[in-house]
């Protein structure tokens, strides 16, 4: 019993007295370090330290004075305390704090890591299948030169993404509307992928409402139809009606889909990073960036309450540009949650199987539905900002007296209002044929590269303008994928928001001429603008902008002309000048001091260096022992200052280079 309470006592004063010196240690080094890493470090350091300076110089004996054993203590103890500096140094150097995950951190990730392993493996799996292995390394592929071999691979794409689940297929009809990044082979290719998937059973439908709901099933709603209407990858979605006799759709979201897209984007983000890294396609296509738009828009896609929030966004939008001939669906709010929507149910059938219905409307009713449907659809872009991204004719529905409701808005695109301004720009000097001012408004549409061809870009316009704007032509389609091609080959950079318009008006074109098979797009859309501006140019608009523009600017002017008599008065008597604070932004002082201190640090240390390099060269001096002179002691005083302080500018060092790393 004595003998156990005594080794842990040892074993408890090891464990203190370690926990102590790294401590001290962290505090010498002036950087906030792990407590494991510095434990550690100070424990390597306290073990071999001592045998490491006794092979330098040996221990005085035990009969030894005790002047001279507590110099040796002092020299041991300094000794050791470098020693773990220069542990945390070299760490810090090759596994910078912050790259490892900490214990506890391991323990919670093994079972998500485990399971990204198992899906790592079943994408590599599909990508080795479809015969893809070979674009995940390299730089250069020649056998992809001709349209028949682009096509075969955007085949065997299309295939792999629809094996790889559901994220993958979003990703894939994502890109297919990229025609500024895809060739037109791919993009074609990847509007086919299918977004189906087998219905959830009704339990499992039945479990997930009343969780979400907080109660049960029939005291929300007097008929639930346990057949779903449609099932997708992301959610399925049931005919309902409530116990006031609403007649409602009930979306439910699959269970388990957010835990696999979480998992599945976080791959997708690991693999766009290597192959942006790795291979020269991957880095001119901007994967990253391309995938954190994705990410941001299928996460919200996710969120059926955003869903919620835009259908009474649009609905308001409509409201005000007193819009009829479409509606969007009312969401009853005080049933929605993020996982399930409870929403009206419009009449009509799903636009991409209304022929007939469409047929019996006539020519001419079927071109108004057209036209309504681009004046709606240029309003979110140049008005309210709030716009439909994906508005093919499956989410579209038609009344049998023409009235179309939107569906699916779950991902919507929003501009500001320079966006919109600018937006407006193009799609007015587009009509009127003006290449200078189409010019102008692309570039600042898009992220400009340091070096543009301005005169180039303007020329490659004005040849679309004459190309696809003159009269007689009807091809809308080419027209915009003419303009996508010249963005992707002067290498302007499209922000997300600005592809989403892109996107929106690429799908558009389909859709009306679903709607109107000889529907001219090009045509409506110059006459919607001229429209739009004879709206604008109205005496009351007019008036209207004008009142806003003078009470913007009334209070600049007003303090305007006692400004002007300031400087003038100033510059009269010859007191007119220009004050610039240096270093007046709080960001510029702490750099420029953490600069001296470093440098001060990097001087202190080298002329202690030096100092106890002279001393030693001179030593011993005075005697304080037998065998230890004055000199000893102050030449290893500041051998330890010097690279205490060495240390420390390393340190921080090391530390910055990963911040910014």
Known sequence: MVDFLGSSLTVASVIFSVLIFALLVRRLLGVRMGLLRT???????????????????????????????????????????????????????????????????????????????????HILRVVARHGLSRFLRGRVHRGLRTAPERRDLARSLRRALEDGGVTFIKLGQQLSTRRDLLPPEFTSELAALQDDAPAVPWPQVRDMLETELGRGVEDVFSFLDSQP????????????????????????Q???????????????????????????????????????????????????????????????????????????????????????????????????????????????????????????????????????????????????????????????????????????????????????????????????????????????????????TTAGSTDGAAAFGALFRLVATQRLGIRPEVAAVFRAVATLEGTLTTIDPGYDLL???????????????????????????????????????????????????????????????????????GLWHQALLAILGATAGLMSVVLFAVAPGPLVTPEIGVYHVLGSTLLCISIILVLRVLIVIFRRETDEG
């Open 39 to 121: 434990m550690v470090a100070a424990f390597v350091a306290g073990a071999l330290g001592p045998t490491v300076l006794q092979a330098i110089l040996p221990a005085p004996p035990q009969d030894q004075d005790f002047l001279t054993l507590g110099l040796y203590v002092a020299l041991l103890s300094g000794f050791v305390l470098i020693v773990a500096m220069a542990i945390l140094v070299v760490i810090e150097a090759l596994v910078p704090t912050g790259s490892l995950p900490g214990p506890l951190e391991l323990r919670r990730s093994a079972r998500a890591r485990l399971s990204r392993t198992r899906r790592y493996l």
């Open 229 to 252: 209407l449609a099932a997708a990858s992301v959610a399925q979605v049931h005919a309902g009606r409530l116990l006031d006799g609403s007649e409602v759709v009930v979306k439910v």
């Open 523 to 593: 045509g409506a859309t110059r006459a919607a603008g001229v429209s739009r501006i004879a709206r604008e140019l109205t005496p009351e608009a007019v008036r209207t902008r004008v009142v806003h523009e003078v009470a913007t600017a009334l209070p600049i002017l007003r303090r305007l002309p006692r400004r002007m008599d300031r400087l003038a008065d100033a510059a009269e008597h010859g007191r007119l000048s220009v004050g610039v604070r240096l270093l007046a932004d709080p960001r510029d002082r702490r750099f420029v001091t």
């Open 254 to 468: 699959r269970p388990g889909i957010s835990a696999e897209v979480e998992r599945d984007l976080d791959i997708i983000a690991r693999l766009a990073r290597t192959l942006a890294d790795r291979t020269e396609w991957g880095a001119s296509l901007g994967l990253q960036g391309l995938v954190d738009g994705f990410s941001e828009a299928l996460a919200e896609e996710l969120d059926f309450t955003i869903e919620s929030g835009n259908m009474r966004s649009v609905a308001a939008a409509l409201r005000a540009a007193g819009t009829d001939g479409i509606r969007v669906p009312t969401p009853h709010t005080d049933l929605c949650t993020p996982r399930v929507l409870v929403m009206e149910r419009m009449a009509g059938i799903p636009l991409g199987s209304a022929e007939e219905a469409l047929v019996a409307l006539g020519e001419e009713r079927r071109g108004e539905i057209a036209d309504t449907l681009l004046r709606v659809v240029i309003d979110q872009l140049l008005t309210s900002g709030i716009f439909h991204v994906d508005l093919h004719p499956g989410n579209l529905l038609v009344d049998t007296d023409g009235t179309l409701a939107m569906l699916d808005l779950g991902s919507v695109g929003r501009l500001g209002s320079v966006t919109r301004a600018n937006v407006g720009r193009l799609v007015a000097a587009l009509g009127s044929g003006d290449s200078q001012a189409a010019t102008d408004a692309l570039l600042e549409l898009v992220d400009r590269p340091e070096k543009v061809d301005e005169r180039g870009l303007e020329q490659e316009i004005g040849i679309i303008i004459l190309r696809f």
